[in-house]
C-alpha cells in the first residue's frame, strides 16, 4: 500500500472530471481515493453539490479544479459534451499554466482524441483496469510527487541549518579572537604600566648612586688632604679610618649595585613580554582573516551543494515521470 506524506499542498489533493455516462465507474476510482486520503481531499462533485448549487456553476467548477494538486479528466466519446467541454476548458488552463507540475493526467477510457490534450503526452490508459487500480496509480502519482517534495524541503532546511550552524561557529570565534586580542591587549597595558613604575625606580636609584658616590669621592679627598698634613703617626690612624671608611661604603654601595643589576635585567624581560605580546597580535590577526575567508568558502561551497541538490531533486522528479510514462501510461500506437 502506498503512503501519501502530506506537505503544504492546495485544498484538494485530486479533482476528477468526467461524463455522467461514467459515473459509476468514477465513484468508485473517488471512494477507493478517499479511503486514504478523505473525503475532504478528494473532489467528486456529488459531494461538494451544496458548494455548487445556484448561479455561475461553471466558475464555482473552475474554482474546484484550481484548488487541486492533480486533476484526472476521464477521456471517451462523451466527454465532447457541452457541460465535459466548459469543464475542459477550465482545466486546459490549468494545464498550460501549471505544466511543470504535471496537474493535469488524464484518463483513456476509450480510444477518443480529446482536442488539446496532444498526441504526444500521456495519460492512464484504462487497458481492462477495474477502479480500484485506476485509483492505485493515482495514489502513487501523489506519493512520488508528495516523497520527493518532502524530500526537497527537509534537504533545504538541513542545509539553511548548516549554513546557520556555520554562521554561529564564524560569530563565535570572532568573539574569541577579539576576546583574546583584549585581552593581550590589557596585559600589555598592564605590562608597560609596570614597565614605567620599574624605569621611575631605577632612575632614584641611579640618582641616589650618583649622589652617594659623589659624597664618597668628597670624603676621600678630604682624607687624603689630612693624610698629607699629619705626622706619621697620625698619618697612619687616618689611612686605617680612611680604609675602614673606604670598606664601609663600597659593602653599602653593594646592594644598589645589584639593585640596578636585577631592574636591568627585568626591564629586558618587559621587552621580551612586549615583543611576544606584539608578535601574538600579529599573528591573531592574520589568523583571524583566514579563518574569515576560510569560513566564507565553507558558506559558499554549502550554497553551491544546496543548489546542486535541488537540481538532482528536479532530475529525479523528471525521471520518475519518465518511468511513469513508460510503465504505466505509454500509448498503444
Known amino acids: 500500500m502506498t503512503d501519501i506524506v502530506e506537505p503544504e499542498s492546495n485544498r484538494f489533493k485530486v479533482a476528477l472530471s468526467?461524463?455522467?455516462?461514467?459515473?459509476?465507474?468514477?465513484?468508485?476510482?473517488?471512494?477507493?481515493?478517499?479511503?486514504?486520503?478523505?473525503?475532504?481531499?478528494?473532489?467528486?462533485?456529488?459531494?461538494?453539490?451544496?458548494?455548487?448549487?445556484?448561479?455561475?456553476?461553471?466558475?464555482?467548477?473552475?474554482?474546484?479544479?484550481?484548488?487541486?494538486?492533480?486533476?484526472?479528466?476521464?477521456?471517451?466519446?462523451?466527454?465532447?459534451?457541452?457541460w465535459c467541454s466548459?469543464?475542459?476548458?477550465?482545466?486546459?488552463?490549468?494545464?498550460?499554466?501549471?505544466?511543470?507540475?504535471?496537474a493535469?493526467?488524464?484518463?483513456?477510457?476509450?480510444?477518443?482524441?480529446?482536442?488539446?490534450?496532444?498526441?504526444?503526452?500521456?495519460?492512464?490508459?484504462?487497458?481492462?483496469?477495474?477502479?480500484?487500480?485506476?485509483?492505485?496509480?493515482?495514489?502513487?502519482?501523489?506519493?512520488?510527487?508528495?516523497?520527493?517534495?518532502v524530500s526537497q524541503q527537509e534537504r533545504i532546511k538541513e542545509l539553511t541549518k548548516k549554513l546557520e550552524e556555520i554562521e554561529r561557529s564564524h560569530q563565535s570565534q570572532i568573539a574569541k579572537k577579539e576576546s583574546e586580542i583584549i585581552r593581550l591587549q590589557n596585559t600589555a597595558k598592564s605590562q608597560q604600566e609596570k614597565n614605567e613604575e620599574l624605569t621611575k625606580k631605577l632612575e632614584e636609584i641611579e640618582r641616589s648612586q650618583i649622589q652617594k658616590l659623589g659624597?664618597?669621592?668628597?670624603?676621600?679627598?678630604?682624607?687624603?688632604?689630612?693624610?698629607?698634613?699629619?705626622?706619621?703617626?697620625?698619618?697612619?690612624?687616618?689611612?686605617?679610618?680612611?680604609?675602614?671608611q673606604k670598606q664601609e661604603l663600597e659593602q653599602?654601595?653593594?646592594?644598589?649595585?645589584?639593585?640596578?643589576?636585577?631592574?636591568?635585567?627585568?626591564?629586558?624581560?618587559?621587552?621580551?613580554?612586549?615583543?611576544?605580546?606584539?608578535q601574538l597580535q600579529e599573528q591573531l590577526k592574520k589568523e583571524g582573516i583566514k579563518d574569515a575567508k576560510s569560513i566564507e568558502r565553507q558558506k559558499e561551497k554549502q550554497i553551491e551543494r544546496l543548489v546542486q541538490d535541488l537540481d538532482n531533486l528536479q532530475k529525479r522528479l523528471k525521471k520518475y515521470n519518465l518511468e511513469w510514462i513508460i510503465n504505466e501510461c505509454k500509448w498503444e500506437v
Open 104 to 149: 493535469v493526467i488524464p484518463v483513456h477510457l476509450d480510444d477518443t482524441v480529446i482536442p488539446g490534450w496532444s498526441t504526444v503526452n500521456f495519460g492512464i490508459r484504462l487497458k481492462g483496469r477495474t477502479p480500484q487500480k485506476i485509483s492505485e496509480i493515482i495514489l502513487k502519482i501523489l506519493a512520488q510527487r508528495n516523497l520527493l517534495n
Open 18 to 82: 468526467f461524463p455522467g455516462e461514467h459515473r459509476d465507474f468514477v465513484l468508485k476510482v473517488a471512494e477507493e481515493l478517499a479511503t486514504r486520503l478523505t473525503r475532504d481531499r478528494v473532489f467528486y462533485d456529488e459531494w461538494y453539490e451544496i458548494e455548487l448549487l445556484g448561479v455561475g456553476g461553471d466558475l464555482k467548477l473552475q474554482s474546484m479544479y484550481e484548488q487541486a494538486d492533480l486533476v484526472v479528466p476521464f477521456f471517451s466519446e462523451y466527454y465532447s459534451k457541452s
Open 252 to 278: 653599602e654601595r653593594s646592594p644598589f649595585i645589584k639593585q640596578q643589576a636585577d631592574l636591568q635585567a627585568a626591564q629586558e624581560k618587559i621587552a621580551e613580554k612586549e615583543a611576544i605580546i606584539a
Open 86 to 102: 466548459l469543464e475542459w476548458e477550465t482545466i486546459r488552463g490549468i494545464l498550460l499554466n501549471r505544466r511543470k507540475e504535471d
Open 215 to 244: 659624597e664618597i669621592e668628597r670624603s676621600h679627598q678630604q682624607q687624603l688632604e689630612k693624610i698629607k698634613a699629619a705626622s706619621s703617626q697620625e698619618r697612619k690612624e687616618l689611612e686605617q679610618n680612611y680604609q675602614r
